[in-house]
């Protein structure tokens, strides 16, 4: 069975362009939840997305915004780029509630 | 709300020792629990979890760690270290609410050293 998928692995952008990141999870796994990983925030919680709904959303502001299609993969953007998006973005995909996350290894944003 | 602290950011063990890397959590309701490791350039990998029942929980790799409610605690733990348990360990609890998200503790980088 195929882990979580995320595409692309890398990204260079310039501040104020935007980004769109991928990921396809497990088969079968209706749940979706993306993460920003940073040396000094640790793993913060972006959104999670079920049946194609936001169920959840973190502390972010409006320039991150997500989606979820029928097949249950998702994206997420982040527009308007500004320095201190630069990050890595986690994707996990799991069964329900109660259940482990399955990570993918992750798109590794850098914005200069 | 929910919180998680890893009091350590860095535990240090010599191969062979015994490991703890110590979790703390803070939630409203009742907790699921989690352990998750992560490699250089990886996502995080599931090792442990506790749902209910035994507060004893073993998992991947030799791993276990112990649920205590009245210390809101869940300390990973390992009787004997390798080197390749080297790694970034991650603390995370998800209240059993209804739409509540998982909160992740800051991470412990565990040395274990040769």
């Known amino acids: 069975k195929a882990g979580v998928t995320q595409t692309p692995r890398y990204l260079i952008k310039t501040r104020g362009q935007q980004v769109t990141l991928s990921c396809s999870p497990i088969?079968?796994?209706?749940?979706v939840s993306w993460y920003q990983q940073t040396p000094g925030q640790g793993l913060q919680f972006l959104f999670e997305?079920?049946?194609?709904?936001?169920?959840n959303k973190g502390n972010f502001p409006g320039r991150f915004s997500g989606r979820q299609f029928s097949n249950s993969r998702s994206e997420m953007n982040v527009s308007t780029l500004e320095l201190g998006d630069s990050a890595l973005y986690l994707c996990a995909s799991s069964l329900g509630q109660s259940e482990k996350l399955f990570f993918g290894s992750g798109t590794q944003l850098s914005v200069l | 709300a929910q919180s998680v602290a890893q009091p350590e950011d860095q535990v240090n063990v010599a191969e062979g020792n015994p490991l703890t890397v110590k979790c703390t959590y803070s939630v409203s309701g009742n907790p699921y629990l989690f352990w998750y490791v992560q490699y250089p350039n990886r996502g995080l990998q599931f090792l442990l979890k506790y749902i209910t029942g035994d507060n004893l929980v073993k998992g991947s790799y030799g791993f276990e760690a112990e649920f205590n409610k009245s210390q809101t605690s869940f300390h990973l733990k390992k009787p004997s270290a390798l080197v390749s348990d080297s790694a970034l360990y991650f603390c995370?609890?998800?209240?059993?609410?209804?739409?509540?998200?998982?909160?992740f503790g800051p991470g412990t980088r565990l040395s274990v050293l040769p």
């Open positions: 995370a609890v998800r209240d059993k609410g209804y739409g509540q998200n998982f909160v």
């Open positions: 997305y079920f049946s194609e709904t936001q169920r």
């Open positions: 088969s079968g796994h209706r749940s």
